[in-house]
């Protein structure tokens, strides 16, 4: 949070592009460890049948500000100027950081890391150490080992761009397009993140109802599989590429700005579920490894995310924004088949490797 705090002060204050540049990659470093972190404290403090809707209460807050920013950055620029987003997040970063520092207590017991109980899951790939070790940074990447893990971080990495790409997409050309001023364009953004808050809580919710019923199916000493929350996605996994598709054709054909905006809330709806989903399963199949795993998740999916930041633009001059749908739409179909593979081999998978 310090680290956050301070780069948000000199992205206020830079003089030039190149600081702002490091300022803002800097300041990610720091808003990514919070993410890791939580992950990880959800994974200590919450028993299996509770933590899909832990898990989803916690990336509904997470969505949340997808919401909000741009509504604020929008009215800000237009009315102080950007660097009073940098103030205003300087400001809140403070007061967040003091609320940690006075109510988040530590949440890992030893004690308990490596126990077998009910709310832990058949497979946890690797056992925590209580000894102290040399930090390594790159420790958590051994993760990528397990086919399972590689295999799920990939396919939720190709989903994820679906909410990235209209981002870049919408404030480029909806202005142009549908006479939408600066302050006006972050009202966009509301069904879009609206749509990733329902899929947080519908998807929370639906994984506690997998687990609970797989649970009442079978004897309560049996162990369950993390694999089990997979069922919740698979209408997703249909939704998402159909919607997007109807997003970059209803574009090019002009329809109505209302139509775009519900289908954008429809995929980032899917999105979120199958997001909330994975997020899941990772920490149910490594429980000793909660934060390490989280951590592998998201520094892959956002190296995927800055190439699509790059790829983005000349996709769009060349193929134009229905054709790059399209073939974004078609590439999420195919990947479709990587979470089917875990589904049916990812129990064998992580048994052949804990061997």
Not at 139 to 166: A, E, G, M, W
Not at 187 to 212: Q, R, T, Y
Not at 307 to 329: D, H, K, Q, R, V
């Amino acid at each position: 949070m310090p680290l956050i705090l301070i780069t948000c002060v000199i992205c206020a204050i830079t003089p030039n592009i190149w600081l702002l540049m490091v300022g803002r990659g800097i300041q990610a470093c720091g808003t990514s460890s919070l993410v890791t972190i939580g992950s990880g404290i959800i994974a200590d403090i919450y028993e299996l049948t509770e933590r899909g809707s832990a898990y989803g209460n916690f990336y509904l807050m997470y969505t949340f500000a997808i919401l909000l920013g741009p509504l604020l950055g929008g009215y800000f620029t237009q009315y102080f100027g950007w660097r009073y987003v940098f103030w205003y997040l300087a400001i809140l970063s403070g007061i967040v950081y003091i609320a940690i520092l006075l109510f988040v207590l530590e949440t890992f017991n030893s004690n308990n890391s490596n126990e077998s109980n009910e709310s832990d899951v058949e497979g946890s790939q690797i056992k925590s150490s209580t000894s102290r070790k040399r930090f390594n940074p790159f420790l958590p990447f051994k993760l990528l080992r397990y086919p399972n893990i590689t295999i799920s971080v990939l396919y939720i990495s190709i989903v994820y761009t679906f909410v990235q790409i209209p981002l870049m997409v919408v404030p480029k050309n909806f202005p142009e397009k549908y006479g939408v001023s600066t302050s006006t364009l972050g009202l966009l953004f509301i069904p879009s993140g609206i749509g990733l808050m329902v899929g947080s809580f519908v998807g929370g919710k639906c994984n506690d109802l997998v687990i609970k019923w797989e649970k009442n199916k079978r004897n309560d000493d049996d162990l369950i599989q993390p694999e089990v929350r997979i069922n919740c996605i698979w209408i997703s996994t249909i939704l998402v590429p159909v919607v997007y598709i109807l997003f970059g054709w209803s574009f090019e054909s002009g329809f109505h700005i209302s139509i775009l905006l519900v289908l954008w809330s429809l995929g980032t709806f899917g999105i979120q579920i199958i997001f909330n989903t994975i997020s899941t399963y990772l920490v149910d199949s490594n429980r000793s490894r909660s934060a390490s795993v989280s951590a592998v998740f998201h520094c892959i999916r956002l190296f995927v995310e800055a190439i699509n930041s790059i790829l983005e633009a000349p996709l769009e001059e060349y193929l134009g924004i229905m054709w790059m749908f399209t073939l974004f739409s078609l590439i999420i179909v195919l990947s479709n088949l990587l979470i089917i593979a875990v589904f049916f081999k990812g129990r064998s998978w992580r048994e052949k490797m804990d061997k």
